[in-house]
DNA sequence: TTGTGTTTTTTGTTGCAACAAAATGATGAC
DNA sequence: GTCATCATTTTGTTGCAACAAAAAACACAA
């Protein structure tokens, strides 16, 4: 007799395994630009910080280099990567596959709620931008996308695209200063937010793969003003 | 019996570590079939299997449920998962939006010497379903997939649409017998080689479209018929 | 300054024992 | 038989020491 199937990462449960705290520790750390590209991980230090001991600050930095979050620079060391052109291209083309597909889905299961919501996160967005709080622009603005996407109903896509976030995440903090513009983005957001509010899955679709396309043009900009210096 | 190879992305990589060995053993028990939904993994168990200590074995399991290839039935119990009807789906979603990408990247890398490679994996393929070797079939049928993908360029990509494969992998192979027509999915495959030999993108990417939804068709089918015994 | 060979330190991995918690098996009441 | 309760066994996780290998620091020559 086949045992029920539960699933303890999607249910949002408190996982008590301490690896999984360091781990989710990392990523906000990660999403939030506490590290810069080139920057060295050991399974020691973070051990130190966390007050854990190895086995599970190893987990964790294992469980992100699997996942492309932090890559090796050599057999014994790992580092928050440095995303080349190629990358961001390729990284690119799969967001537009993947957060277009949860986008389109996403209309169906939209709600008044949800709009109100949006509209909300897109006035902090516009906040932040203001003031010249860029991290937390940063934030609101992934609030603002995976509000969108959880909506679609489907937790593989939702991890997937969390993981490709995860991969250019440090470089797209890196850079902020010089990507963000006041209004970037804007118009694409109010148009998801308009294609929700109709149950349009196809304008919703088109508004989110704007915004990447965006986002990633103004990135390659940058990137290659950066480059220069 | 076909040659056990490994991906482009570790073809080189010399991974001494007996966790990442532990993990492709075990992948490729679970895309071989080895395992049916529902079997139960434990770390001391595989530890001794493989003659190791529990930590690469705990390394391994972890790795592969983070990856979704195995899930919690419970807090210390990992299982081969059983694929309910909406995942399916949605994997299906994600592979048409990855694959079909994949595929139509693909279209400009193409040679004549890649598609003497996926004619000839086809005529394994034939073989294979003519004497009834069902496990021989659906290996050289992934890869006859992979081939095309690989030809992409996109590494990020290629490792994404593994992970897919491998999430559905063990209930595919547990269907396989009913799943299995003769000529199953040889229209489509022989499309997609046409498209690449034309350089063809979009004709490629509608091919493999083609072939994942007919896959999903019997799948569906399948499971339907063995839940109704 | 730059390169090169050498020494010292740091690092990830592995195996293992201890522990708490979960899974399993046994027992008994209804 | 069915279900609840209890005892036993199995399980994953954690911390830690040992080890080989890599990285960093150093010394010295050109």
């Known amino acids: 007799m086949p045992a029920v199937e539960r699933d303890a990462h999607d249910a949002g449960k408190q996982s008590a395994r301490l690896g999984d705290i360091a781990y989710e520790k990392m990523k906000e750390r990660l999403i939030r630009g506490t590290f810069g590209p080139g920057d060295k991980l050991t399974v020691r230090a973070l051990a130190e910080t966390l007050g854990v001991s190895s086995t599970p600050a190893r987990d964790a930095i294992n469980r992100l280099t699997y996942e492309g979050a932090l890559v090796y620079a050599g057999p014994k060391t ?3 990567p440095f995303i080349s052109p190629q990358d961001l291209e390729e990284i690119t083309l799969m967001r537009l596959a993947l957060e277009g597909l949860a986008a389109d889905r996403a209309a169906a299961n939209a709600t008044s709620e949800v709009v109100l919501e949006l509209e909300k996160l897109q006035s902090q967005i516009n906040d932040a931008l203001d003031s010249a709080r860029f991290t937390d622009a940063l934030w609101w603005n992934k609030e603002f996308h995976f509000s969108i996407y959880r909506l679609s109903g489907m ?4 991890t997937m695209i969390e993981t490709l976030w ?3 995440g440090a470089s797209f903090n ?3 200063p010089e990507f963000a513009e006041k209004k970037y983005g804007v118009h694409n957001h109010l148009a ?3 294609g929700l509010a109709e149950r349009d899955g196809a304008s919703v679709r088109a ?3 704007s915004d990447i396309r965006d986002g990633h043009r103004r990135l390659k900009k940058a ?3 950066r480059s220069a210096k």
Not at 155 to 158: G, R, T
């Open 207 to 209: 508004a989110i793969e």
């Open 166 to 168: 995860l991969r250019i």
């Open 192 to 194: 998801a937010i308009e």
């Open 78 to 80: 790992v580092i928050v």
């Open 223 to 225: 990137n290659r003003e």
């Open 155 to 158: 937790p593989h896509l939702l």
């Open 174 to 176: 890196d850079l902020y």
